[in-house]
């Protein structure tokens, strides 16, 4: 059995029984228009991370990634949002070492290449992060067009976070699902999360 490696953030480590299997791809689905990137940020508390960002420059990344009032590493941030970016991310991948996170924010940017040659990017990313006993978090955003190989990225990953943003008269609320996760248990029920500060559970009731 891999071991379990946490992601820094409490409340699913204690649901995942102690947190995802080294080796694992984890997809992170969320609305654009929600805090997601906190969850990303959270993660680079745990151990060294490369964070991959196919649109927002490096430095944006960065900024926020150090204004955030989340616990908080200091991750390698690099930009591919230039032209041939499986082949720049490849390069990149290929350099991550033993034990250490990498979060490609957001994955949408190669979802649209061919999926040939996006479905051989995942089978050697997944290569590399069992042989390192890595984690790739997959940032894929669920807006109004996801990309074709969306159902790729999803079929591919070992793990799936769901997050749900909804507006409940005048509160928005946040549920994480987790229907997918091979090597453990999926969560039979959503988790409500606060994303504000830092990710936490939200211990308000909800009222009918």
Known sequence: MPARLETGIDVLDRKLAGGIPAGSLVAVSADPASQSELLLYQLTNTRGTLYITTKRSDQAVRDAIDSTEAPVGS????????????????????????????????????EHREDARYTNFLNELQTHMVNTGSIAFLHCLDGQNPPDNRDTTEHM????????????????????????FRGGQPLTETIKLQLTGEVDIDTSRDIA
């Open 75 to 110: 991750p390698t941030v690099r930009d591919i949002a230039g032209s041939e970016p499986l082949d720049q991310a490849n390069r990149l991948i290929r350099a991550l070492p033993e034990g250490a996170n990498l979060i490609i924010d957001p994955v949408d940017v190669l």
């Open 157 to 180: 990953a070992d793990v799936v976070f769901d997050l749900d943003t909804t507006t409940r008269g005048s509160d928005l609320v946040n549920f994480l699902a987790v229907p997918k």
